[in-house]
Nanobody
Framework: QVQLVESGGGLVQAGGSLRLSCAAS????????MGWFRQAPGKEREFVAVITWYYGDTYYADSVKGRFAASRDIAKNTVSLQMNSLKPEDTGVYYC??????????????WGQGTQVTVSS
């Protein structure tokens, strides 16, 4: 079992920044990568970013490339998502997930409870 707890969401104006964190506990060594997903009201959950625990390899959705940056702190079992130049369309509940490398939610086994990000125009 892996437990994930997100934090850092909030309300920000367009153009602003937020930093999300995801603290992992439990059998974290069982997860190869940590993904970030988001879900806007009335829309399906979508992939945002993924980072591998060991090498720190990253991959981003085109919609956030160049604006968001994922990082991890192995010693603290924490992954973070730095979000810059935020846009209203970035609004949604952001989830971190533990599992395999990929862009589909089905490739992740463990999920956090989510944290709300609201970007006002």
């Amino acid at each position: 079992q892996v437990q994930l707890v997100e934090s850092g969401g909030g309300l920000v104006q367009a153009g602003g920044s937020l930093r999300l964190s995801c603290a992992a506990s439990g059998r974290t060594f069982s997860a190869y990568a940590m993904g970030w997903f988001r879900q806007a009201p009335g829309k399906e959950r979508e992939f945002v970013a993924v980072i591998t625990w060991y090498y720190g390899d990253t991959y981003y959705a085109d919609s956030v490339k160049g604006r968001f940056a994922a990082s991890r702190d192995i010693a603290k079992n924490t992954v973070s998502l730095q979000m810059n130049s935020l846009k209203p369309e970035d609004t949604g509940v952001y989830y971190c997930a533990a599992g395999n490398w990929g862009t589909h939610s089905s490739e992740y086994v463990y999920w956090g409870q989510g944290t709300q990000v609201t970007v006002s125009s």
